[in-house]
């Protein structure tokens, strides 16, 4: 049922505004916690003009003007890698095409843009070495890929909401240059995890003791330092974890792509960005906050910078449509002894990797070089 003809069945019943809120607070927190996507993919509308051996020119837009490194996904399994801008029209942008990234689509071919560059697990995408593994929680085993290393601190990678592990999959070539042992978890309602009691997400107020447990199993396994690495609401995760857990004392550093620090904004962003209407996307925010029992204060606390002990790498984005910059700026600016702070405009929310891969990975070797 689409949105306009869900608000006129709900509200012609003139069952008031109380069943609004309730069916509009469950909908909204429904598409919060569960869908959505790291960095989403294109709506849909790009159509690939024409082909040539390195080159593909596609329907002009926003997305495929952005720089950097992007993925094409169509079809069952169609998915190429793109490149630099080389040319643009007034209706056409013209990209390269990165060698060895598969068969190219054919002209006529719809589309979509995605940050999902890399596919697979690190042997398939990268060649590295890994095994399966999985962190013992509160609610069970949460599946893991480990990567061996030969030095502390230890990364621990906690990845965004309707993202999975694969999101680390860019940053592990950078990781085993410094030798560093990488955990990749998965989390509460994660596919192949266990659920939460209630069968929803709580915006890091009750994963982040997942991420505790990903600690826990590094310690016990012989790291004597951690790196919390975490994208969106992960990012939020580890932010409560580093504070809250009872191993926060081994936590040397944190990174923190694309951080989640306001839950209105951000819930009623995501609801209107996937076609909530804008009165339902706000009455429903209100109701998911009830519905998901999410401490407001507490994102409050960590917006402040109050609890945060360790350095701490942030890198977030001007125009993220789902987490606002300015709590993160001012995060930034109120602990400047602690936090380093870089912006990548013209990116999506968890896509900054794919807007300046080189300058994104030089200012995380600029940061993680002191705490080797």
Known sequence: MRWGKAAVVVTASAVGAGVVALVAGRVVSEISVRAGGAAPASAGGLRVHAVEPGRVELTRSPETERPGVWALEWGADGHVVVGDVIA??????????????????????????????LRGDPRSALG?????????????????????????????????????????????????????PVLSVS??????????????????????????????????????????????????????????????????????????LDFRTSVRRRATRLGVPQALAELGTLAAQGRTDVDTAGFDHLA????????????????????????????????????????????????????DPQGYEDILRRFVTPLL
Do not use: C
């Not at 826990?216 to 994208?231: I, K, N, Q, T």
């Not at 930034?332 to 912006?343: M, P």
């Open 128 to 180: 590295l070495d890994f095994s399966e593994t999985a962190v013992a929680t509160e609610l069970g085993a949460m599946p893991a890929w480990y990567l061996p290393g030969l030095r502390d601190p230890w990364v621990i990678a906690v990845h965004g909401m309707g993202a999975d592990r694969a999101q680390v999959l860019p940053l592990l070539p950078l990781f085993e240059e410094f030798k560093l």
């Open 88 to 117: 643009t029209t007034a209706q056409t942008v013209v990209r390269a095409v990165r060698q060895g990234t598969g068969a190219l689509p054919e002209p006529g071919e719809k589309v979509v843009l995605t940050p999902w560059v």
């Open 187 to 260: 989390y509460r309602n994660d596919p192949g995890a266990p659920p939460s009691p209630d069968g929803i997400g709580h915006f890091g107020e009750t994963e982040w003791r997942d991420v505790e447990a990903a600690i826990r199993l590094a310690v016990d396994s012989g790291a004597s330092r951690v790196l919390l690495y975490g994208w969106g609401l992960g990012a939020t995760m580890i932010l409560y974890a580093a504070e809250r857990s009872a191993w926060r004392d081994y936590v040397r550093g944190l990174v923190l792509d694309s951080p989640v």
């Open 304 to 355: 402040s910078g109050d609890g945060l002990h360790a350095p701490a790498l942030v890198l977030h984005s001007p125009d993220d449509t789902i987490a606002p910059i300015e709590p993160v700026r001012r995060l930034a600016r109120r602990r400047d002894d602690l936090v380093l702070f870089r912006e990548f405009p013209g990116t999506e929310h968890e896509a900054l990797w794919n807007a």
